[in-house]
Structure formats: C-alpha cells, structure tokens
T-cell receptor, first 111, second 117 residues
Framework: GENVEQHPSTLSVQEGDSAVIKCTYS??????FPWYKQELGKGPQLIID?????GEKKDQRIAVTLNKTAKHFSLHITETQPEDSAVYFC??????????FGKGTTLSVSS | GAVVSQHPSRVICKSGTSVKIECRSL??????MFWYRQFPKQSLMLMAT?????????EQGVEKDKFLINHASLTLSTLTVTSAHPEDSSFYIC?????????????FGPGTRLTVL
C-alpha cells in the first residue's frame, strides 16, 4: 500500500520568510496530492491540491510542486504570517480511495 | 468549499457506554465517506471506508464489531463506538469526496473529540 513520508516534523521561520515542506510517496499509482492545514482542535482544512497531470500549482502565497518521476511533492509558503502557524499534512491517494497522510509538520511563524 | 459537518463536536462518556458520531455532507451527496482517528500530536489514521447502502470496509487492526459504521443515506454516515474504553479516547474525523472530476477532492468534517472516563 501507499506510504507517505513528510519532512521536516517541525519548522520555525520568521514572519516574511518562506517555508517549504516536502513529502515523498511510494505508490506510483497515486494521482492526487492534497495539502491540509490543521489548527488545534479542528479538522483538517484543504489549502491546495495537485493532480498527477500537473507539475506545479499556485494559489496566492501557496504553491505546490510535484515530481512524479522522483515521487515527491512539496508545499511552498511565501511571505509567511503568524496566522500560518499550524500543523500541515500532505497526503496521497488514487481516485476514489482514502487519503494516506504524512506525519505532519508543525510550522511556527514568529513575528 | 464543500461543507462536511460532524455531531457532536465533543463528548465525554463513562467506560462501557456507546457513543454515536454523525457525519453529514451538507451540500453534496457522498456515496463514500471515510472515518479517521487522530491521537494527540499524531497524524490521521484511516479507520474505515463507509459505503452507502453496503457494508463498510475496515482497515487492518480496526475492530468492526467495536466501531460500527452505518451509511444509510447519501448525506449521512454514523460511527458508533461500542463499549468505549479510555484507550478509545481520540479525535474522530470524517471526510467525504466530491466526485465528478478525474480525481476526487476530499473535504473533512470539524472532528469529534471523544473522552472516555
């Protein structure tokens, strides 16, 4: 089955800096790669996703890149703000199947 | 985005009692829903796949007789934790995919915090 590795487990940046979180997956059949932001005591919130026919996707300060050959994908947050502080999870799946999550990255943005 | 609701948001119960958690898709129909469990400072672990009109499929190590899943309509799935024990205390989260495109997009509910005394 699918296995998703996520790094780093914790990330501390200064406000305005960029943050990068990386994930690798094992199943070459996976074709959907979402990123979720989870705040304490809340459910995960989808922030961006990418499908296997696309190499990069951007939404304002957030971007995701996908390298299918290497089986890794990354989340890039630019101009970080204190409200970006949360736990971020990457996930992978095939169409119609459940998501397999990475272990999460705790991002702390200090002002 | 699509809205998935859960009820209750938190529940405290005594050991040995049963607790029912509801997951609803509010503005779309979901023939499939997924149930996850999340322990403190850990990732989400898939428990089971809930299928409308048929039996749920459970992940290895998840007791189907303890975690009863019913998906009676296209907008509602329920998870019942039977004879709950303190080790069942966790954050339970459901998700439902939006279908229609080449790949499903999944939206998560706000979660239910279960504390078993």
């Amino acid at each position: 089955g699918e296995n998703v590795e996520q790094h780093p487990s914790t990330l501390s940046v200064q406000e305005g800096d960029s943050a990068v979180i990386k994930c690798t997956y094992s199943d070459s059949a996976s074709n959907y790669f979402p990123w979720y932001k989870q705040e304490l005591g809340k459910g995960p919130q989808l922030i961006i996703d990418i499908r296997s026919n696309v190499g990069e996707k951007k939404d304002q300060r957030i971007a995701v890149t996908l390298n299918k050959t290497a089986k890794h994908f990354s989340l890039h947050i630019t101009e970080t703000q204190p409200e970006d502080s949360a736990v971020y999870f990457c996930a992978a799946s095939q169409a119609g199947t459940a998501l397999i999550f990475g272990k999460g990255t705790t991002l702390s943005v200090s002002s | 985005g699509a809205v998935v609701s859960q009820h209750p948001s938190r529940v405290i119960c005594k050991s040995g009692t049963s607790v029912k958690i509801e997951c609803r898709s509010l503005d779309f129909q979901a023939t499939t829903m997924f149930w996850y469990r999340q322990f403190p400072k850990q990732s989400l672990m898939l428990m089971a796949t809930s299928n409308e009109g048929s039996k749920a499929t459970y992940e290895q190590g998840v007791e189907k007789d303890k975690f009863l899943i019913n998906h009676a309509s296209l907008t509602l799935s329920t998870l019942t934790v039977t004879s709950a024990h303190p080790e069942d205390s966790s954050f339970y989260i459901c998700s439902a995919p939006i279908t229609g495109g080449p790949v499903d997009t999944q939206y998560f509910g706000p979660g239910t915090r279960l504390t078993v005394l």
